[in-house]
């Protein structure tokens, strides 16, 4: 593998871990858009599966069961499906108008809060109901498979249920535990991890492992409202990267 890919694969290990550590997961993905500039898309998908597999180990112990029974059970159900559909549209399915899809609904649902937050538009307390959440899961398991991207989906759910912070943090840490584990198999059968790659991922094991320390440690000493504007900002800048890798 080429010194410019172990570099920026330093940076993508970091980003990881502090996102899926303390911040929902918001900006995880963008590791393997930025390796895909260094590398094929095959390759920057297979090098960044093991290393947020060993930040989901390394997150899943200071979140467990503080996770919302209900989201995450919804999200998984979907999830599962939307994984498999991922497997068989691999080879031959274009994801670039689900990505602006989905970047668009990251975006809109972002300025929606803000209105609301800044009292422009009233509402009831009415979070979305569970079905939505199936939605969501199978949209992110889907768009996780193709480039490790189920996180808007999921977040736009999940921010909409009014969960605290830790409970929404360790709901993300536990569907992406068990989405990870799922792609990990076709994962292998398709070629994505080599000899190559899984060296990489020796290499850039350890800034995952930091990452993810920085990502847990903020996470507890960050106010509710600060972490929910992180958040949102995450959000915003992942629904834009979205559909910025749709529309070029």
């Known amino acids: 593998m080429s010194g410019e890919v172990i570099v920026v694969g330093v940076f993508a290990a970091l980003l990881a871990g502090i996102s899926k550590g303390g911040f929902g997961s918001g900006a995880s993905f963008a590791g393997a858009a930025i390796l895909a500039l260094f590398a094929s898309p095959g390759v920057a998908l297979g090098i960044m599966l093991p290393i947020l597999m060993l930040i989901d180990i390394a997150t899943l112990r200071p979140y467990w069961r503080q996770w919302g029974g209900l989201e995450v059970t919804m999200l998984i159900l979907g999830g599962v499906p939307g994984i498999a559909l991922g497997v068989v549209f691999y080879s031959v399915a274009d994801a ?6 989905i970047g668009g609904i990251a975006l809109i649902f972002v300025l929606w809060q803000t209105v609301l937050r800044a009292g422009l538009l009233r509402r009831g307390h ?32 999940l921010l909409s249920r009014g969960l605290d912070k830790t409970r929404y943090q360790a709901t993300t840490v536990l569907m992406f535990f068990v989405f990870n584990i799922v792609k990990a198999v076709p994962y292998g059968m398709l ?23 920085i990502g847990v440690r903020a996470h507890r000493i960050m106010p509710e409202r600060v972490f929910f504007l992180v958040t949102y900002i995450l959000l915003s800048v992942t629904g834009t990267k979205l559909i910025w890798d749709a529309l070029m």
């Open 126 to 157: 009415r979070p979305f109901p569970g079905w939505i959440g199936m939605l969501a899961g199978l949209v992110a398991g889907f768009t996780s498979f193709v480039s490790h991207a189920g996180g808007p989906p999921a977040a736009v759910y």
């Open 96 to 101: 670039d108008l689900l990505r602006l899809l």
């Open 191 to 213: 070629g994505l991890f080599t000899r190559d790659t899984l060296m990489t991922d020796l290499i850039l094991a350890p800034f995952a492992l930091l990452g993810a320390w």
